[in-house]
């Protein structure tokens, strides 16, 4: 099936290259409270045992109060974010991925090893690194399977 996103009266081919469209940059409303209930997250989330293995290591619904993590959360405007971020391209976010591991595995490489405050920091960079790659990574495949036609 081919699907046309926009049409540009003025495009021609030249010799310098076959001109580059951005596929798939139309916006997508994704209901992601919907997605889940049709997935039946929640009833997995009980069958797994996530909440008593939660409770085990000391996070319950008391604490999560007693600490204000939700009203902090309306605060800041992480739903919101939340929101925003469904709409997301898992593609586009799988593509940020990429130079983001290449770049902590470029801070190993580039910086020295002649102390330990360098070898401390090129941890530390290479490590933050690879876990925001690896979060936009896993976020990409979660965020594909929630965007997929029923």
Request: proline share 2%.
């Amino acid at each position: 099936m081919l699907q046309v996103n926009r049409y540009d009266e003025d495009w021609k081919k030249q010799w310098y290259g076959a001109g580059l469209f951005v596929e798939g940059s139309e916006e997508l409303a994704v209901d992601v409270v919907k997605k889940l209930e049709t997935r039946k997250v929640l009833s997995g989330v009980e069958k797994a045992g996530l909440l008593s293995k939660a409770e085990e290591l000391g996070i319950t619904l008391s604490s999560i109060e007693r600490l204000g993590f939700l009203s902090k959360a309306e605060e800041l405007g992480l739903l919101s974010l939340l929101e925003r971020a469904a709409g997301f391209s898992p593609s586009a976010l799988a593509s940020v991925s990429l130079p983001l591991l290449l770049a902590a595995v470029a801070a190993i490489v580039i910086i020295p090893d002649d102390s330990a405050a360098l070898v401390a920091a090129q941890a530390f960079l290479s490590a933050a690194l690879a876990v925001v790659a690896a979060g936009l990574f896993v976020g990409s495949v979660v965020l594909g399977g929630l965007q997929e036609s029923d």
